[in-house]
């Protein structure tokens, strides 16, 4: 088992910047992939960022070119940092890990964008 716990949720205003992370413990040594989903109000969840044990990355197009991803693997953490955020990227973002014994989820942390 993988346990997950995010950080770094709030209120901005719109054109401000926020930093999410998560800190995993217990089988850490079998996770291989990790990211960030969000799910905003009446909306299914989505993906945001995934980012390989290799430090390959994958984005939504929504948030290219204004969020990235990073991974600490000697941590066991990954980030999300946000930048020109938007009242459409209000959301509660989770923490997600693939590993060898399964996926897990971390329970999720409220971004909420003001305009």
């Known amino acids: 088992q993988v346990h997950l716990v995010e950080s770094g949720g709030g209120l901005v205003q719109a054109g401000g910047s926020l930093r999410l992370s998560c800190t995993t413990s217990?089988?850490?040594?079998?996770?291989?992939?990790m990211g960030w989903y969000r799910q905003a109000p009446g909306k299914q969840r989505e993906l945001v960022a995934t980012?390989?044990?290799?430090?390959?990355?994958n984005y939504a197009d929504s948030v290219k070119g204004r969020f990235t991803i990073s991974r600490d693997n000697g941590k066991n953490t990954v980030s999300l940092q946000m930048s020109s955020l938007k009242p459409e990227d209000t959301a509660v973002y989770y923490c997600?890990?693939?590993?060898?014994?399964?996926?897990?989820w971390g329970q999720g942390t409220q971004v909420t964008v003001s305009s």
């Open positions: 997600y890990v693939a590993s060898w014994t399964g996926d897990y």
């Open positions: 217990g089988s850490t040594f079998s996770v291989n992939r």
């Open positions: 980012i390989s044990i290799g430090g390959g990355t």
